[in-house]
């Protein structure tokens, strides 16, 4: 299969099998000729496996539909499982720090393989009948997956297209998804930039993971059969809209909402969001916090990714302490409730990320609560409510640079003696 005194490999399979494990500062590089690489999974096998930590995949060539890694199978059409979810994907990870540059991963499925440099290439996808069909995974039972980094890279299936929830941190950049419902999602954070999103149904993101997904300089291309909205994640979870476009391909595109159930306690941000190049709040409006564009210098991929470590896979490291130690989000305690004349509840925040200054400002409207600040994280509610229903206020945590977010708090009356017998 090799010639060991060169490293040439005639398969893909052969390379990954000869490579060691690099490290973050050397990665092990796999490089590859232009061509359709057949991942060749089975019924009950995923296509390529990849335990190696620090591989890195790399195309020989500018354009990433040149060199392909396809497979076509979906759960019950090709791939099968007892336990429910079919080891239906193309490329399977279970080491950290895997990257890929100038390639195109897709599960040709239910999508047809176009291959431009040598058409007779081409498959005609599988079936018609959209099912989950991976393009790739990553999970380690007894590992922290983490640093993840798809350059110049094309993924191409339908439903549940990219399924790497179990990686910590991932950064994408001048990449191409395309998908029905749940086809990408977050582990810790991960962050888009220069991405197209190819939506052919309603709901792209399952969930947008812990401390959110974000989307920097990003064109939303919406291609819907039948009018609806898009509701980009299925779970609500932080999204973060800087300079993205959302287009309607064919006319079918109502409203864009942030989730299916919005939750109080999760705010958005949105900066130069627009539709059709016009300026555009995505709904329900009080979900959506616009940014200033002093707000938005702050969304940089490494104020997003840098973690514990400092990690900066863009190099767009900001040299200004401000910008550097802004809050990007904040979580809150979301819901309370508490008795008139009975024990105060603790409401607490924390800021993301953790090296932002942490000191919130906390605020009601309401006249039937009082706050006493605990520490500069938390605060005590007293309740006052003197009417004879409970009622459910808001209050807000904003922290240094003007990023908030709202708790609910329920104030029910205080419970009155009972009568006293008369006779």
């Not at 494990?21 to 096998?45: A, C, F, H, K, R």
């Not at 995949?57 to 979810?85: C, F, M």
């Not at 239906?88 to 599960?107: K, M, W």
């Not at 555009?280 to 997003?304: C, K, M, R, W």
């Amino acid at each position: 299969a090799s010639n060991p005194h060169t490293f040439q490999f005639k398969t893909l399979h052969d390379a990954v099998e000869a490579a060691d494990s690099g490290s973050e500062q050397q990665p092990m590089v796999i490089y590859l000729e232009p061509d359709v690489y057949p991942m060749n999974g089975t019924e009950t096998d995923r296509g390529l496996y990849i335990h190696q930590d620090w591989l890195t995949l790399i195309g020989l060539a500018s354009n990433p539909q040149d060199v392909v890694l396809a497979d076509n199978r979906g759960h019950t059409i090709g791939a099968y499982s007892e336990k429910g979810s079919s080891p239906a994907e193309t490329l399977f990870v279970t080491g950290t720090g895997f990257r890929a540059e100038n390639l195109t991963i897709g599960n040709y499925c239910n999508v047809d393989l176009v291959y431009p440099k040598n058409p007779a290439k081409n498959q005609p996808k599988r079936s018609s009948t959209i099912t989950q069909a991976y393009v790739i995974g990553a999970h380690h039972p007894d590992k922290v997956l983490d640093k993840f980094v798809f350059k110049n890279v094309r993924f191409v299936s339908m439903l549940d297209t990219i399924a790497l929830g179990h990686v910590k941190r991932a950064y994408y950049e001048n990449v191409y998804v395309q998908g029905t419902d749940d086809y990408m999602g977050g582990g810790d954070i991960h962050v888009m930039k220069n991405a197209t999103l190819h939506n052919y149904t309603s709901k792209p993101v399952y969930s947008a993971g812990k401390n959110g997904m974000a989307f920097i300089d990003s064109e939303w291309r919406v291609e819907f059969s039948d009018p609806q909205d898009l509701t980009i994640t299925k779970v609500s979870s932080p999204l973060y809209l800087i300079n993205n476009n959302f287009s309607d391909i064919n006319g079918n595109l109502q409203d864009i909402r942030w989730a299916s159930y919005p939750r109080s306690d999760v705010q958005s941000m949105s900066w130069k969001t627009t539709r059709e190049g016009q300026p555009y709040t995505i709904q329900p409006e009080a979900n959506t916090l616009l940014l200033s564009d002093q707000q938005a210098a702050a969304f940089t991929v490494h104020n997003l990714l840098k973690g514990d470590d400092d990690w900066d896979p863009a190099g767009d490291k900001s040299a200004s302490e401000t910008t550097s130690h802004a809050a990007l989000n904040i979580s809150v305690t979301a819901t309370a409730t508490l008795r008139t004349g009975e024990e105060p509840v603790a409401l607490s925040a924390s800021v993301f990320p953790t090296d932002a200054n942490q000191n919130i400002h906390w605020h009601t409207d309401s006249e039937q609560l009082t706050l006493e600040p605990i520490d500069g994280k938390s605060v005590r509610v007293v309740g006052h409510n003197d009417s004879e229903e409970s009622v459910t206020v808001q209050v807000t945590a904003v922290a240094e640079n003007g990023i908030y977010n709202h708790s609910q708090v329920t104030v029910h009356p205080a419970l009155l003696p009972a009568p006293v017998f008369t006779s």
